[in-house]
């Protein structure tokens, strides 16, 4: 369970009323004492009145009872597999500090410790042991906010040594004891150009992107780097990398069609797979969610991928615009949907040029 804030990328699931997400996690809301699925079309509670969590059984335990307007019970109803996947997913969220064999979990879910692995991947997008790393990094993360000294926080959250910590993909971006004070003393610069699809913010730290915004607002640009990173050093009068915010621009002219740019993010080891595959799409071309999660091996896990294109922090040097529906449909983006055709439409101009 975790509180509501506008920093979590299950908040832009919320907001957005994403009916990818569905499945995925449902949220309570503390004034009713109900829960929904994200898509619910309830109108949108504050952020400080809600809690996340992974199942509907979770939700029931605190307490809340279900939501008679989007059902979030039915969900996923009788897909195979799905109630014991909920169960195993409880269980390693519960036991993320301790090991936990695939045995045991065969145990939990009453299923053959091969076939779970296959359910639990194709539903879930990750494996167990993947599944129970986040569980792991996201307790170590919560520990740090709550003042804990990072060598406690470690070991309390179930991590054999500190070298573990650093090795771990799931904290990639930025070390624990810069978390533990909510990313002070990270520091970016950043600037605000104009570009072919609207106003384009690019901000940068000395190893690379670390964000990419489009929109119509300098002002609101500026204010929603500043809340997604809320403690970092953001140097007002220092614009970012010359040469990195050219090569963006002029990627979105239709000049520079391979944009190969250093990132600089934070993200689990199943994102950095979806977007190294969003990468490798060509220019011009376009991938349908789906097929995404074929290329990676994991052909169930499409809500999973719908979700990484969604809290894609660097827009075009990850490409989330280039994926859409089967059947030809857009698909959402955060940007807009406008701006996702008229930029699909500008690279098949120019790769056809």
Known sequence: MAQGTGLDPRWKALAARDANADGSFVYGVTSTGVYCRPSCPSRRPRADRVRFFDTASAARAD???????????AVDA??????????????????????????????VASMSPSHLQRRFKALVGVSPREFQAACRARQLRAS????????????????????????????????????RRGGAGMQMAYSIVPSPFGRLLVAT?????????????????????????????????EKGRHEWVQAIVQHLRGELPA????????????????????????????????EVARSIGQP??????????ATNPVALVVPCHRVVQTGGGLGGYR???ERKKKLLARERRASQG
């Open 300 to 309: 169930g896990a499409v809500r999973a991928v719908a979700r990484a294109c």
């Open 144 to 179: 740090l906010r709550r003042g804990d000294d990072v060598t406690t926080a470690i070991y309390a959250a179930g991590y054999g040594s500190p070298s573990r910590v650093y090795e771990s993909e799931a904290t990639r971006g930025m070390p624990p004891s810069v978390y």
């Open 78 to 107: 009788g897909v195979p597999g799905m109630d014991a996947v909920r169960r195993v997913s409880a269980y390693l969220a519960a036991h993320s500090d301790e090991p936990v064999t695939l045995a045991r979990l065969g145990r």
């Open 63 to 73: 307490g809340f009872r279900p939501c008679k307007r989007c059902t979030p019970d």
């Open 335 to 337: 940007w807009g949907a």
């Open 205 to 237: 730290t000395a190893s690379g992107v670390c964000a990419v915004k489009l929109g119509d607002s300098d002002e609101q640009l500026a204010r929603d780097l500043h809340k997604e990173y809320s403690a970092a050093e953001i140097r007002e009068g």
């Open 259 to 290: 944009l190969d740019l250093p990132i600089d993010v934070r993200a689990t080891a199943f994102q950095w797979k979806v977007w190294r595959a969003l990468q490798a799409i060509p220019y011009g071309e376009t991938r349908p969610y789906a």
